[in-house]
């Protein structure tokens, strides 16, 4: 999965405001802890997603995130003992010890699940929609080094996934017995060190590390910079007074309590309404 | 700095651990607006002079330096790489590596932004650097889903964005087709004429730049051996290392006649000494033209190693890589499959062998088919070239003595040929068709001379794709040319290759295709028996 421009409005958006955009989801993700909040969440992100004409690139991100989501889910009800609900018991066993699973601990574990499903998917939508090229421009006013690095290992990824890929074929190729796993192991590690010492002097031809600080370039925003900027703050600050008033209320131990009131279905519905708005305006997305 | 945009004071250089020196004592001086090739075998130190240039020795290979190099007046030692990048425009061999930012637009402006421009600068400078080098269209696409030929394209227009007084080029055109490896050459010729910049090329298909050379710099285990015009450096090599002569001068030497540069110099040195070329193409080569080599489907035998029949391979929401190709190869035949990149060439060697299925159509194969990827590297994966393969393996291949190397510190072409020894190495089950892919990309004369005669001598049928003519004129039985997926001519190696420009040798360039003469002595053979000069 990588970026690729498309005409939709969180693209045509200048990266700062994509990147904030992005940030304050993932944000929203981590605030939030009711499972109706936290599914809000989610639906903003999927749908931000869909309205960026990134379906492909979040169905392909779905399938890790949901079983990232059931291993934490299970891992959370095997080793947690809290919660006064027990559903099943599993006596002792190897290295866990006494077991009980509970119902508190399961919940609590899908709702941790959860939140991982909506931060793998809001780096799904990062990834896809945000140009690395301009992140860097962004960031290496303040760490050039760390921005270019970061950016490189992104431009890498689909250079050594076609290196990996040549190097399968052409050990399907050898007649007889297959190599063992640690020569080629040993292999793969010399090709990617040959590619990063490759991409290293190329850098250096280009003139990166040239003592000086680059200089700033400023450009006027947008109206989707302005609106996605907008979008980032304003979930911002739902997440951030669901939580300091507790709109959104959610507690697993030692007994479930996650009340639907009339606060945490708004702060729900405002939070999907915030984080799609800026889709509505589809003039200029175009380059 | 007096007019001098290169100058090298008795270099030399030794790379880390190693015993020799890569340059020996390299003193020259390259002026501005000189447009030079580098010319040598493999191993002689081109590489290592150029990146010399670009400042990447000694500050990024370490080793040690001896002598003096200066850039534009200033001294490699005293400024880095990136320091120097505001001055030499570097362009490396293999496009994918040197190319790192994720749009084209980010690309080019990258080293105008690293010198510190300003960002109107940066506009202007980007805009300007694709405009010269016809990418204007490219600059919004993303640089993953760029071809070989317009990464290069990237490349080197981000080589040239920031104006550099000196360009070098490290065989930029190895991994291209012919046609946009001579849209390069063409393209550099424009930019160093138009801009004055100084522009050093290494390159080991001379025949493709010389004709616009100023000067030629022939280098052989890290010394200058020859530094001339590119007539006189042709007339030296006739004489003193023919492996670096052109087809061209060899033909011209083989008739008592002096060297010359390209088609068009060499075929008025021949008109000049009273060989017709013109007379000779139209009575030798009207009649070959009249059945003309455009069996797209050449006929199945019952003979054959390898049947390719109707097949088709269509990439599920994305484009068509092969259209209906049917093709029959005998079981000793050696066929060249040629054409442009993204013609299907390689797509097609992967069906042959089987690593692809097709969407449509089948293959049958007489038995095993050996494939030989692109990158010999690839096959080499354990700690000695003995466990690589069989020792009767390596002896067929000349590598007998080479067991307790290191595979990867072997040289290109014994690399090549390890990997040809690794695929082929199955005693109880020989191989019924041999398949290689691009073998000769980065290789010298010498060693496609090498390979050319190890295919003659496998007792199998041998498919090359490749885009070298001279090659296939070594070894090629048939040719078969790809355009879109389909084949569009396919017949005698003499037929198909003297009938074009882009697909042809420079004997058959040279004389028209008059005859189907593909290689010097062909073409010596021919004017002989043809002409009497005057």
């Given at each position: 999965?990588?970026?690729?421009?498309?005409?939709s409005?969180?693209?045509a958006?200048?990266?700062?405001?994509?990147?904030?955009?992005?940030v304050?989801?993932?944000?929203?993700?981590?605030?939030?802890?009711?499972?109706?909040?936290?599914?809000?969440?989610?639906a903003?992100?999927?749908?931000?997603?869909?309205?960026?004409?990134?379906?492909?690139?979040?169905?392909?991100?779905?399938?890790?995130?949901?079983?990232?989501?059931?291993?934490?889910?299970?891992?959370?009800?095997?080793?947690?003992?809290?919660?006064?609900?027990?559903?099943?018991?599993?006596g002792?066993?190897?290295?866990?010890?006494?077991?009980?699973?509970?119902?508190?601990?399961?919940?609590?574990g899908?709702?941790?699940?959860?939140?991982a499903?909506?931060?793998?998917?809001?780096?799904?939508?990062y990834?896809?929609?945000?140009?690395?090229d301009?992140?860097?421009k962004?960031?290496?006013?303040?760490?050039?080094?760390?921005?270019?690095?970061?950016?490189l290992?992104?431009?890498?990824?689909?250079?050594?996934v076609?290196d990996?890929?040549?190097?399968t074929d052409?050990?399907r190729?050898?007649?007889?017995r297959?190599?063992?796993?640690?020569?080629?192991?040993?292999?793969?590690?010399?090709g990617?060190?040959?590619?990063?010492?490759?991409?290293?002097?190329?850098?250096?031809v280009?003139?990166?590390?040239?003592?000086?600080?680059?200089?700033?370039?400023r450009?006027?925003w947008?109206?989707?910079?302005?609106a996605?900027?907008?979008?980032?703050?304003?979930?911002?600050?739902?997440?951030?007074?669901?939580r300091?008033?507790?709109?959104?209320?959610f507690?697993?131990?030692?007994?479930l309590?996650?009340?639907?009131?009339?606060?945490?279905?708004a702060?729900?519905?405002?939070?999907?309404?915030?984080?799609?708005?800026?889709?509505?305006?589809?003039r200029?997305?175009?380059? | 700095?007096?007019?001098?945009?290169?100058?090298?004071?008795?270099?030399?250089?030794?790379y880390?651990?190693?015993?020799?020196?890569?340059?020996d004592?390299?003193?020259?001086?390259?002026?501005?607006?000189?447009?030079?090739?580098?010319?040598?075998?493999?191993g002689?130190?081109k590489s290592?002079l150029l990146?010399?240039?670009?400042?990447?020795v000694?500050?990024?290979?370490g080793?040690?330096?001896a002598?003096?190099?200066?850039?534009?007046?200033m001294?490699?030692?005293?400024?880095?790489?990136?320091?120097?990048?505001a001055?030499?425009?570097?362009?490396f061999?293999?496009?994918?590596?040197?190319v790192?930012?994720?749009?084209v637009?980010?690309e080019?402006?990258?080293?105008l932004e690293?010198?510190?421009?300003?960002?109107?600068?940066?506009?202007?400078?980007?805009?300007?650097?694709?405009?010269?080098?016809?990418?204007?269209?490219?600059?919004?696409?993303?640089?993953?889903?760029?071809?070989?030929?317009?990464?290069?394209?990237?490349?080197?227009?981000?080589?040239?964005?920031?104006?550099?007084?000196l360009?070098?080029?490290?065989?930029?055109?190895?991994?291209?087709?012919?046609?946009?490896?001579?849209e390069?050459?063409?393209?550099?010729?424009?930019?160093?004429?138009?801009?004055?910049?100084?522009?050093?090329?290494?390159?080991?298909?001379?025949?493709?730049?010389?004709?616009?050379?100023?000067?030629?710099?022939?280098?052989?285990?890290?010394r200058?051996v020859?530094?001339?015009?590119p007539?006189?450096f042709?007339?030296?090599?006739?004489?003193?290392?023919?492996?670096?002569?052109?087809?061209?001068?060899?033909?011209?030497?083989?008739l008592?006649l002096?060297?010359a540069?390209?088609?068009?110099?060499?075929r008025?040195a021949?008109?000049a000494?009273?060989?017709?070329v013109?007379?000779?193409?139209?009575?030798?080569?009207?009649?070959?033209?009249?059945r003309?080599?455009?069996?797209?489907?050449?006929?199945?035998?019952?003979?054959?190693?390898l049947?390719?029949?109707?097949v088709?391979?269509?990439?599920?929401?994305?484009?068509?890589?092969?259209?209906?190709?049917?093709?029959?190869i005998?079981?000793?035949?050696?066929?060249a499959?040629?054409?442009?990149n993204?013609?299907?060439k390689?797509?097609?060697?992967r069906h042959?062998?089987?690593?692809?299925?097709?969407?449509?159509?089948r293959?049958?194969?007489?038995?095993?088919?050996a494939?030989?990827l692109?990158?010999?590297?690839?096959?080499?994966?354990?700690?000695?070239v003995?466990?690589?393969a069989s020792?009767a393996?390596l002896?067929?291949?000349?590598?007998?003595?080479f067991?307790d190397?290191?595979?990867?510190?072997?040289?290109?072409?014994?690399?090549?040929?390890?990997?040809?020894?690794?695929v082929?190495?199955d005693?109880?089950?020989p191989?019924?068709v041999?398949?290689?892919?691009?073998?000769?990309?980065?290789?010298?004369?010498?060693?496609?001379?090498?390979?050319?005669?190890?295919l003659?001598?496998?007792?199998?049928?041998?498919?090359?794709?490749t885009?070298?003519?001279?090659?296939?004129?070594?070894?090629?039985?048939?040719?078969v040319?790809?355009?879109?997926?389909?084949?569009?001519?396919?017949?005698?190696a003499?037929?198909?290759?003297?009938?074009?420009?882009?697909?042809?040798t420079?004997?058959?360039?040279?004389?028209?295709?008059a005859?189907g003469a593909?290689?010097?002595?062909?073409?010596?053979?021919l004017?002989?028996?043809?002409?009497?000069?005057?």
């Open positions: 999965m990588s970026y690729r421009r498309r005409p409005p969180l693209h958006a200048w990266a700062a405001a994509g990147c904030a955009y992005c304050a989801l993932a944000c929203a993700a981590l605030l939030l802890s009711s499972p109706v909040a936290l599914g809000a969440v989610v903003a992100i999927v749908g931000a997603g869909v309205a960026a004409g990134l379906g492909r690139e979040m169905r392909r991100a779905a399938p890790l995130a949901v079983t990232l989501a059931i291993v934490i889910a299970l891992v959370n009800a095997l080793v947690t003992r809290d919660g006064l609900t027990v559903v099943v018991r599993l002792d066993l190897p290295v866990l010890g006494h077991t009980d699973v509970t119902l508190e601990a399961t919940v609590y899908l709702i941790l699940g959860l939140r499903v909506a931060l793998i998917m809001c780096g799904a939508l990834t896809a929609a945000v140009d690395p301009e992140v860097l962004l960031f290496r006013r303040v760490s050039f080094r760390s921005a270019l690095t970061a950016t290992a992104t431009r890498m990824v689909p250079v050594l076609r990996a890929h040549r190097l052409a050990q190729c050898r007649p007889g297959p190599p063992s796993r640690v020569a080629l192991m040993r292999a793969a590690t010399s990617v060190l040959d590619r990063a010492l490759d991409v290293a002097a190329a850098l250096e280009r003139g990166y590390g040239r003592p000086g600080r680059p200089p700033s370039i450009r006027p947008s109206r989707h910079d302005l996605f900027a907008a979008s980032a703050v304003a979930v911002l600050v739902l997440s951030v007074a669901a300091v008033f507790d709109l959104a209320q507690s697993a131990y030692p007994s309590r996650a009340p639907v009131s009339a606060g945490t279905i702060i729900a519905l405002a939070l999907v309404a915030c984080a799609l708005l800026p889709f509505a305006d589809r200029g997305v175009q380059r | 700095m007096n007019g001098e945009v290169l100058e090298l004071d008795r270099v030399s250089y030794w880390p651990d190693a015993p020799q020196p890569a340059l004592g390299v003193s020259l001086s390259i002026g501005a607006g000189e447009l030079v090739v580098l010319a040598g075998l493999s002689s130190g290592t990146r010399t240039a670009s400042g990447l000694p500050h990024f290979h080793g040690k330096l002598g003096t190099v200066a850039v534009a007046g001294d490699t030692r005293t400024r880095t790489p990136a320091q120097l990048a001055y030499v425009g570097t362009l061999q293999d496009p994918e590596t040197q790192v930012m994720n749009s637009r980010a080019l402006a990258f080293p690293n010198r510190g421009d300003s960002g109107p600068a940066v506009a202007r400078g980007v805009e300007e650097a694709a405009l010269a080098l016809g990418i204007g269209d490219l600059l919004d696409r993303p640089t993953s889903e760029l071809s070989g030929g317009e990464l290069q394209r990237v490349a080197l227009a981000a080589a040239l964005a920031g104006r550099p007084s360009i070098v080029l490290d065989e930029p055109t190895s991994q291209l087709d012919p046609v946009v490896g001579d390069l050459i063409a393209l550099l010729r424009r930019i160093n004429e138009d801009s004055e910049a100084t522009v050093v090329i290494s390159e080991h298909r001379l025949e493709r730049c010389l004709s616009i050379a100023d000067r030629v710099i022939a280098m052989d285990e890290g200058i020859c530094d001339a015009p007539r006189e042709l007339a030296w090599a006739c004489a003193a290392s023919p492996a670096l002569a052109t087809p061209g001068a060899r033909l011209l030497q083989g008592g002096s060297p540069a390209g088609v068009k110099a060499a008025a021949l008109r000494n009273g060989y017709d013109g007379d000779a193409a139209d009575r030798d080569g009207r009649a070959d033209r009249r003309p080599a455009a069996a797209s489907r050449s006929k199945p035998s019952r003979d054959a190693a049947r390719v029949d109707r088709w391979h269509e990439i599920s929401r994305g484009p068509t890589i092969l259209r209906g190709v049917s093709l029959s005998g079981r000793s035949e050696r066929v499959l040629m054409g442009r993204g013609a299907g390689s797509t097609l060697l042959a062998a089987g690593l692809m299925q097709p969407t449509r159509g293959i049958q194969r007489a038995g095993r088919v494939l030989l692109q990158n010999p590297t690839d096959y080499l994966v354990h700690e000695t003995a466990e690589e020792s393996a002896a067929s291949v000349g590598l007998a003595a067991g190397r290191h595979p990867r510190d072997l040289s290109g072409g014994e690399k090549q040929r390890l990997a040809l020894a690794i082929l190495d005693e109880a089950n191989p019924a041999v398949c290689l892919d691009e073998p000769t990309r980065g290789m010298d004369r010498t060693h496609k001379h090498e390979l050319a005669r190890l003659c001598e496998i007792d199998a049928a041998v498919l090359v794709a885009h070298d003519p001279e090659f296939v004129a070594e070894f090629a039985d048939r040719v040319l790809l355009a879109d997926g389909a084949p569009i001519a396919d017949g005698p003499a037929e198909v290759l003297s009938g074009g420009t882009y697909f042809a420079e004997t058959a360039r040279i004389l028209g295709g005859g593909l290689t010097p002595d062909q073409g010596i053979g004017l002989q028996r043809a002409e009497v000069p005057a």
